[in-house]
């Protein structure tokens, strides 16, 4: 009878631990737990230590923790009939515990599945240069068509990011192609638009130097300097070249106009000289 008492006390004490194990339940600081009882929703429980009725309840945890579901490249064609490979990331958390629990049976699976589909449609919509440049408002248009499907799973999307867009390599090519001659077109008209800058900028520096002729001679002096700097040995005289062309030109002239006024006067005056020279021969030839 002992031994019988015994294994009943046993049996009693395994049965109690069982019952214990299955009342008692622990909802986490990040969870909600939704309670069945009887198969039908009676209450949400918050975190902490809590009891179910054994077989009669079940809890069920939910995670309100922001989730990160990576979505798998997708083969995409664009508006321009290109095709592209590109990935995603989207982000998303459960507002409403029961209905991510009774609304929809894997919401993960759910949310994942339609995200690749909102994917292809919006980036279709787009042409290739705007799927380049225009990521913002497209990761907004697909978080704005998540939100309003997810919303009736009791879940919330609130983040979508492109991640990764792969261009064929002709595309790559060509793309490279316009960029080069794009950077070149913008050199073209840098350096003309330096060139007509210079240019009126010489202009006024050549009107000040006509203005003021010495400023020619100082802007020369400045140049004998800045030449002068590193120990260079080359001399340099600086003289404009017509002008003084010019002056040479100027000065032969006055040179060979004064000569030709000196021998023009010399001349007349020999013959007056001359006829005293002649005076006493005159008488002898008369006698």
């Keep these: 009878m002992n031994w019988i008492a015994i294994i009943i006390w046993l049996l009693a004490i395994i049965l109690v631990v069982i019952i214990a ?15 069945f009882r009887l198969g039908r929703v009676v209450a949400v429980r918050i975190p902490g230590l809590r009891f179910i009725i054994p077989v009669v309840d079940r809890l069920q945890l939910v995670s309100l ?30 507002i409403d515990a029961v209905k991510s629990v009774v609304a929809i049976e894997d919401v993960a699976a759910a949310i994942n599945q339609i995200a690749q589909t909102t994917l292809r449609k919006v980036v279709g919509r787009h042409s290739l240069d705007q799927t380049l440049s225009e990521t913002e408002h497209i990761n907004s248009d697909i978080r704005k068509i998540l939100d309003a499907l997810t919303l009736e799973w009791g879940v919330e999307v609130t983040l979508v990011e492109l991640k990764d867009i ?5 595309m790559k090519r060509a793309m490279a192609r316009q960029a080069e001659a794009e950077r070149e077109k913008r050199a073209k008209i840098i350096a003309a638009e330096g060139e007509a800058i210079a240019a009126v900028a010489l202009g006024a520096a050549s009107d ?8 020619l001679q100082l802007r020369n002096l400045q140049s004998l300097v800045e030449i002068g700097v590193d120990k260079n040995s080359t001399v340099v ?4 070249l017509m002008s003084t062309i010019a002056e040479l030109a100027a000065f032969l002239a006055r040179e060979d106009h004064a000569a030709r006024t ?13 006829s005293p020279a002649e005076s006493p021969a005159s008488p002898i030839k008369a006698a």
């Design 21 to 35: 194990k299955m009342s008692i339940k622990i909802v986490r600081q990040y969870e909600l737990g939704v309670l």
């Design 65 to 94: 923790r922001i989730v990160t579901m990576p979505i798998q490249s997708q083969g995409i064609i664009t508006q321009d009939n290109v095709s592209v490979d590109i990935s995603a990331v989207a982000y998303y958390r459960v």
């Design 166 to 170: 792969q261009l064929p390599e002709s």
């Design 208 to 215: 000040t130097m006509m203005a003021h002729p010495v400023a």
């Design 237 to 240: 005289f600086p003289a404009p």
């Design 262 to 274: 000196t021998m023009s006067a010399a001349a007349p005056a020999a013959t007056p000289t001359e």
